[in-house]
Each structure stands twice: as structure tokens, then as C-alpha cells.
Nanobody, 119 residues
Framework: QVQLVESGGGLVQAGGSLRLSCAAS????????MGWYRQAPGKQRELVAT??????NYASSVEGRFTISRDNAKNTVYLQMNSLKPEDTAVYYC??????????????WGQGTQVTVSS
């Protein structure tokens, strides 16, 4: 009913850049928040950045290097990643808190996209 489709991952050298995109589709009444999380092998999933109603929040490890933005008309969130480091290597997941009708709000996740940064 609601789908999040991610794109833009890949392999990049340290110091390089990538841009992730995540588009939400389906039965959407409104989107309260969108964000990005990541999970490296053997580690827990962690917050990277979130964007809600004009406010953004970043993990300290990416602040100043990553920029999150939203296109509300397209129900899409982006993550511009600059100055990438090998420790940024992980599967990146899109998350959205979506209201599907007047009474129901749920969290949805994308399928994940691999980002690999070589040294």
C-alpha cells in the first residue's frame, strides 16, 4: 500500500560523493517525517539524518558532510553525501512516518541500498 524505493548507492573512493534518493508512493495522506538510517556489518542500525517540517537532524559523525533534503511535491527525500570515508560503508535505509488516513500513522522502510567507500 505504501512503498519506499531507494536509489543512488554504489562504490566510491574515499573523499568522493554520492546522492541517495527515496521516493514514497501509494496510499499517502501526509508524510510527517523522512530520514535515512544505516547499518554496517556486525553493527546496529543507526540514525544518519532526518527531516521534519523544515527541521533537519544529523548524526554527529556525518554533520557537515551529509545534507538531507525533501521534495514534498514528489514525496521524495535525498541524502547528499560528500567527503565520504570508509567508515561510511553500510547499507542505507530510507524511513518515512506516513499518515495513510485521518487515524493511522505508521513507519515505513525502504529495501536498503549499499554504499561502499574504498580507501
Amino acid at each position: 500500500q505504501v512503498q519506499l524505493v531507494e536509489s543512488g548507492g554504489g562504490l566510491v573512493q574515499a573523499g568522493g560523493s554520492l546522492r541517495l534518493s527515496c521516493a514514497a508512493s501509494g496510499r499517502i495522506f501526509s508524510i510527517n517525517a523522512m530520514g535515512w538510517y544505516r547499518q554496517a556489518p556486525g553493527k546496529q542500525r543507526e540514525l544518519v539524518a532526518t527531516a521534519t517540517s523544515g527541521t533537519t537532524n544529523y548524526a554527529s559523525s556525518v554533520e557537515g558532510r551529509f545534507t538531507i533534503s525533501r521534495d514534498n511535491a514528489k514525496n521524495t527525500v535525498y541524502l547528499q553525501m560528500n567527503s565520504l570515508k570508509p567508515e561510511d560503508t553500510a547499507v542505507y535505509y530510507c524511513n518515512a512516518r506516513i499518515q495513510t488516513n485521518l487515524w493511522r500513522t505508521s513507519d515505513y522502510w525502504g529495501q536498503g541500498t549499499q554504499v561502499t567507500v574504498s580507501s
